[in-house]
């Protein structure tokens, strides 16, 4: 069964960085388009970066120049480093596996990320 | 980039009820969209993909149509684990971009 757990959240200063960290169980992280979506507290779901197998990779704007994605295939797991943070980067974020039409099909129990001085 | 549309934003209904819910993409989609189910604290569920595609485990409770701009989603007959948030996505081109949601409460 594939599973995706998150880590790395917390509360972190305007300007500050953060690493999120996703681990796989079931599958290679290396043989699937994998992503980063977010929540904002009370809000709806926004698509953050994905990589794909070949290792393209592509964020949605407001992260851009800010944000890496990248993946460790030794363990597995998929990272988001977050840059330059601001407040209203504030969410839980989320890795997913997208399927080969782009739905998500399994997604991790998510990570609280809070941007507050 | 492709904006997506849910109606209603919320919606409520009893046990057994037959519900729908629609999603309007600003361009033609094909049939490139996904619908999941959010229940309060817990990640997204994906319900269904390529518009009508049931993904497995899902109950078959749950439908979906639609193709180009206009897409629905129908729960034929409401259960209590149904009440939930449901969004679309699309996943034609450009970045993936969500509805706003639609919360379906008791």
């Known amino acids: 069964e594939a599973q995706l757990v998150e880590s790395g959240g917390g509360l972190v200063q305007p300007g500050g960085s953060l690493r999120l960290s996703c681990a796989a169980s079931?599958?290679?992280?290396?043989?699937?388009?994998m992503n980063w979506v977010r929540q904002p507290p009370g809000k709806g779901l926004e698509w953050v970066s994905v990589?794909?197998?070949?290792?393209?990779?592509y964020y949605a704007d407001p992260v851009k120049g800010r944000f890496t994605i990248s993946r460790d295939s030794s363990k597995n797991t998929l990272h988001l480093q977050m840059n330059s943070l601001r407040a209203e980067d504030t969410a839980v974020y989320y890795c997913?596996?997208?399927?080969?039409?782009?739905?998500?099909?399994?997604w991790g129990q998510g990570t609280m990320v809070t941007v507050s001085s | 980039d492709i904006q997506m549309t849910q109606s209603p934003s919320s919606l409520s209904a009893s046990i057994g009820d037959r519900v729908t819910i629609t999603c309007r993409a600003s361009q033609s989609i094909n049939n490139y969209l996904v619908w999941y189910q959010q229940r309060p604290g817990k990640a997204p569920v994906l319900l269904i993909y390529?518009?009508?595609t049931l993904q497995s485990g899902v109950p078959s409770r749950f439908s979906g149509s639609g193709s180009g701009t206009d897409f629905t989603l129908t729960i034929s007959s409401l259960q209590p684990e149904d009440f939930a948030t449901y969004y679309c996505?699309?996943?034609?081109?450009?970045?993936?971009?969500f509805g706003q949601g639609t919360r379906l409460e008791i």
């Open positions: 990589i794909w197998s070949s290792g393209s990779t």
């Open positions: 079931g599958f290679a992280v290396t043989s699937n388009y």
């Open positions: 997913a596996r997208a399927l080969v039409s782009d739905a998500f099909d399994t």
């Open positions: 996505q699309q996943s034609y081109s450009g970045p993936v971009t």
């Open positions: 390529g518009a009508s």
